[in-house]
């Protein structure tokens, strides 16, 4: 195994789709329930930027510009 340390932190679909699934959010995405805490746009593996943990849910964002400078403003003023 060649485990190469890159400066990016990356997540592969792989890694992406177990997380979601642990989450439970797996299903949910790839059957199109899930929206973007800002935009409301219906998240997919395709376009999800990140997730979070929000009052006993996960929030998820989608890769929108606008929702990931809205994302890092809210996680500032929440003081995570
Ligand atoms: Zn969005």
Do not use: A
């Amino acid at each position: 195994m060649n485990k190469e340390r890159k400066k990016l932190r990356v997540i592969h679909d792989e890694e992406l789709e177990g997380l979601l699934s642990k989450l439970g959010l797996l299903d949910d995405i790839k059957s199109g329930k899930r929206k973007c805490k800002f935009c409301e746009r219906v998240i997919t593996l395709g376009n999800i930027h990140s997730l979070f943990p929000e009052s006993g849910q996960v929030s998820v964002i989608c890769d929108n510009p606008e929702c990931v400078k809205k994302l890092l403003i809210y996680l500032q003023q929440k003081d995570l």
